[in-house]
């Protein structure tokens, strides 16, 4: 109800719940205020209008009952701040998830303009990285001849099994840059010098959210692309033959055989639901700085790993 109310995307992490109450705790309570004030601001135009007082009081309230008010409430606000707000934060943002929870461990480095994506090898441990080693080949400067031989390096593609914390360090080589998952409910700004851990928990694969992103549209429709989309069903032509295929991305060509074929309406998904975005402007090409996250099942996570430690055995 939350996400239809307040227009929030689609929820894919454990975490994800509680972010949106309170978000919509706080729309309410800001309604509430909203309503109050506006009463008061109508009350006081009738109250206090030329009629009922044809001559101003230039002295006004007499008492100080408004400065006490004023000091208790923000008293209130300060012990809520400190013995409440404050120490619960502190405790949730530190929870991390536990070595008996295996948690998968990955290193984000933002650059102008992509996500340069870290895995320890099958050792577990984190290759050194030197800035003297950066190159167009090897962007974050891994030292391969250490415990970096095994790393996995991806660009842009941010692979997690679902159900299974995740903690991410995030840094970035040049400016600030903002890692954000919006599905996930998960931003941090990456700070030149520093290397800020997050976690969170994905519960929901990249295919499911995508198949509850499906939807039935109408050609011809205008300002979309549909290129950043793939049909859910076989397209046919009117003698019964594919044209394309269940699955398959809606480029121009795709796109005109559909038109050729007299097609009208398409069932749709996006191709990629879990996109990385920067949250932060960070240079001219600030709209090309998008990632993607795959969130698999256990088992496909851990055959997409263990290609991926082959291929880099063979660079």
Same mark, same amino acid.
């Not at 705790?25 to 008061?40: E, N, P, Q, Y």
């Not at 408004?66 to 606000?77: D, G, H, I, Q, R």
């Not at 996109?275 to 851990?302: D, R």
């Given at each position: 109800?939350?996400?239809?109310?307040?227009? !929030?995307?689609?929820?894919?992490?454990?975490?994800?719940?509680?972010?949106?109450?309170?978000?919509?705790?706080?729309?309410?309570?800001?309604?509430?205020?909203?309503?109050?004030?506006?009463?008061?601001?109508?009350?006081?135009?009738?109250?206090?209008?030329?009629?009922?007082? @044809?001559?101003?009081?230039?002295?006004?309230?007499?008492?100080?009952?408004?400065?006490?008010?004023?000091?208790?409430?923000?008293?209130?606000?300060?012990? !809520?701040?400190?013995?409440?707000?404050? @120490?619960?934060?502190?405790?949730?943002?530190?929870?991390?998830?536990?070595?008996?929870?295996?948690?998968?461990?990955?290193?984000?480095?933002?650059?102008?303009?992509?996500? $340069?994506?870290?895995?320890?090898?099958?050792?577990?441990?984190?290759?050194?990285?030197?800035? %003297?080693?950066?190159? *167009?080949?090897?962007?974050?400067?891994?030292?391969?001849?250490?415990?970096?031989? *095994?790393?996995?390096?991806?660009?842009?593609? !941010?692979?997690?099994?679902?159900?299974?914390?995740?903690?991410?360090?995030?840094? #970035?080589?040049?400016?600030?840059?903002?890692?954000?998952?919006?599905?996930?409910?998960?931003?941090?700004? +990456?700070?030149?010098?520093?290397?800020?851990?997050?976690?969170?928990?994905?519960?929901?694969?990249?295919?499911?959210?995508?198949?509850?992103? #499906?939807?039935?549209?109408?050609?011809?429709?205008? $300002?979309?692309?549909?290129?950043?989309?793939?049909?859910?069903?076989?397209?046919?032509?009117? *003698?019964? $033959?594919?044209?394309?295929? %269940?699955?398959?991305?809606?480029?121009?060509?795709?796109?005109? %055989?559909?038109?050729?074929?007299?097609?009208?309406?398409?069932?749709? +998904?996006?191709?990629?639901?879990?996109?990385?975005?920067?949250?932060?402007?960070?240079?001219?090409?600030?709209?090309?700085?998008?990632?993607?996250? #795959?969130?698999?099942?256990?088992?496909?996570?851990?055959?997409?790993? +263990?290609?991926?430690?082959?291929?880099?055995?063979?660079?």
């Amino acid at each position: 109800m939350l996400q239809k109310l307040l227009g !929030l995307p689609i929820n894919a992490s454990a975490d994800g719940g509680g972010i949106d109450l309170l978000n919509g705790t706080m729309h309410l309570l800001m309604a509430i205020l909203f309503v109050g004030w506006s009463l008061m601001f109508i009350f006081i135009l009738f109250r206090f209008n030329r009629r009922r007082h @044809p001559r101003a009081d230039h002295e006004g309230v007499r008492t100080h009952a408004s400065s006490y008010v004023e000091a208790v409430v923000a008293v209130l606000e300060i012990i !809520l701040l400190v013995t409440l707000s404050i @120490p619960f934060w502190s405790k949730k943002v530190s929870a991390f998830p536990t070595d008996a929870q295996n948690p998968v461990r990955v290193r984000v480095i933002a650059q102008q303009f992509a996500w $340069n994506i870290q895995y320890p090898g099958p050792d577990g441990k984190f290759g050194r990285t030197d800035i %003297k080693l950066v190159s *167009d080949d090897n962007p974050i400067g891994l030292d391969r001849k250490g415990d970096g031989k *095994d790393d996995v390096v991806e660009l842009n593609q !941010l692979h997690l099994p679902v159900n299974r914390p995740a903690i991410i360090e995030i840094t #970035t080589k040049d400016v600030v840059h903002s890692f954000f998952l919006p599905l996930l409910r998960v931003k941090q700004d +990456a700070i030149p010098g520093m290397m800020i851990p997050i976690h969170f928990t994905p519960t929901d694969t990249t295919e499911h959210i995508r198949q509850q992103m #499906t939807e039935t549209i109408t050609l011809p429709v205008r $300002n979309r692309n549909l290129e950043l989309y793939i049909t859910t069903e076989d397209l046919k032509d009117k *003698d019964g $033959n594919v044209i394309v295929k %269940k699955g398959a991305m809606l480029t121009a060509s795709a796109m005109k %055989k559909v038109n050729d074929a007299g097609i009208t309406a398409l069932t749709i +998904a996006p191709f990629n639901p879990t996109e990385i975005a920067c949250a932060q402007l960070c240079g001219i090409n600030h709209f090309k700085m998008k990632g993607y996250l #795959t969130v698999e099942t256990e088992e496909q996570f851990a055959k997409w790993y +263990a290609q991926e430690v082959e291929d880099q055995k063979g660079e």
